[in-house]
Structures are given as C-alpha cells and as structure tokens.
Antibody, heavy 120, light 111 residues
Framework: EVQLVQSGAEVKLPGESLKISCKGSRFTFRNYWIGWVRQMPGKGLECMGIIYPGDSETRYSPSFQGHVTISVDESINTAYLQWTSLKASDTAIYYC?????????????WGQGSLVTVSS | QSALTQPASVSGSPGQSITISCTGTSSDIGSFDYVSWYQHHPGKAPRLLIYDVTHRPSEISNRFSGSKSGNTASLTISGLQAEDEAAYYCSSFTTAVGDVVFGGGTKLTVL
C-alpha cells in the first residue's frame, strides 16, 4: 500500500526557519507528482504547489510563490516544504499528497499531515 | 487563482440523497474534465472520492457519484449514512499556475 509519512508537529517562533518532510514508500517516487496542501485553522484546503521528483519541476500556486520553497530528494524518496522566515499566519496543518498515474490535478494518496504552530 | 465556489453547508437524513455543487470558470472546470472530490473528517487526512469528474477509486462506495455541466460540477451522495458527516471539497485542474484549485468546502450534516 502506498504510504506518505510526514514529519511531526512543530512549534516555532515568528521569524524562524522550518523545513518539513514527506517520505514516500511502496511506489516509484520519481514518477508521480507530489503536492503540498495547506489547511489553516477552521479553513479549507489550498494547494500550495506541486513537484515532479523525476526532474524536480516545480509549480507554485500564485498565493504561495515566493513565500515557501518546495523541493525533493529523489534518492531518499522525500519531498520538502520550507520557510525561511515564519509568520503567525503560517500556523496550519500541511498535507503532502501524491498525484494519480496520469497527472490531471487530483491527489490519490495523502500524508497524515504536519501541524505547524507559529507563535511568540 | 480564485477558489471554486461550494455551498458552505448541506444536510440530509439517513437514507436520503444530497448533491453538492461546485462552480468554477472557463479556466478550470469549464475547460477540463479533471474535477475531483475529497471527503475530510476532522483530524484525518482527506480521502479521494471522485477523480476526472466521474471516476471512483476502487475502494470508494458507489453511493458517491460525480458529474459536470459547463462550469459546474456536482457530487451526489445517495443512501446517506451517519459516517458521511464530514467536509467535502471539490478541486479542478486549472490553466493558472500551480495546476490545482480547491473549492471552499461544504460541511455535510447527517440529521
């Protein structure tokens, strides 16, 4: 069974940096788009961007371009989401998710979510 | 890009059917047969219910079905059960950068 296992909950101060991870297993990691989805407290799902591990092509949603960095280390089947300077408004649950066999914008498998809390 | 438009809430009694609408634009739903739907229970990961407008993953009950007309997609849940109470999100492939846009979500209450 396909698995996406995310790193644990984080509590950070405003201005700190952070990198969270998403490790895939039981599928050929390099062949599937991986996306990051944000859910702010009490709000809906938002796609932040996607990355293709095979060539590291990355596409950011306009609201997130320049605010986060999505990357991948194909050698260890892991995708990352990174901030250089966190804000309180980055407090959210972040999910990674894997696309389907043919990329048409849907996410077939999801990680368990990583809770990020940014507070002074 | 703007989120797709969903009703904030719907409700139904056990055994009934409900339909959740999802309205987009000619840049997303209207241009592609690439609409997906997710069920999201609090504290759990979202679960894919429907992809490419009408297709169901093998493990998803046939009580869930999807359709599309023009710029609007719909999710129908028949034979409502208590465990269907959750938030439901539509999503579409989009011509905008980033590829994917979600709806604002619909909270389903099973009375």
């Amino acid at each position: 069974e396909v698995q996406l296992v995310q790193s644990g909950a984080e509590v950070k101060l405003p201005g700190e940096s952070l990198k969270i991870s998403c490790k895939g297993s039981r599928f050929t990691f390099r062949n599937y788009w991986i996306g990051w989805v944000r859910q702010m407290p009490g709000k809906g799902l938002e796609c932040m961007g996607i990355i293709y591990p095979g060539d590291s092509e990355t596409r950011y949603s306009p609201s997130f371009q320049g605010h986060v960095t999505i990357s991948v280390d194909e050698s260890i089947n892991t995708a990352y989401l990174q901030w250089t300077s966190l804000k309180a408004s980055d407090t959210a649950i972040y999910y990674c998710a894997r696309g389907g066999d043919f990329w048409s914008g849907y996410f077939e498998f999801w990680g368990q979510g990583s809770l990020v809390t940014v507070s002074s | 890009q703007s989120a797709l438009t969903q009703p904030a809430s719907v409700s139904g009694s056990p055994g009934q059917s409900i339909t959740i609408s999802c309205t987009g634009t000619s840049s997303d739903i209207g241009s592609f047969d690439y609409v997906s739907w997710y069920q999201h229970h609090p504290g759990k990961a979202p679960r894919l219910l429907i992809y490419d407008v009408t297709h169901r993953p093998s493990e998803i009950s046939n009580r869930f079905s999807g359709s599309k007309s023009g710029n609007t997609a719909s999710l129908t849940i028949s034979g409502l059960q208590a465990e269907d109470e959750a938030a439901y999100y539509c999503s579409s492939f989009t011509t905008a950068v980033g590829d994917v846009v979600f709806g604002g979500g619909t909270k389903l209450t099973v009375l």
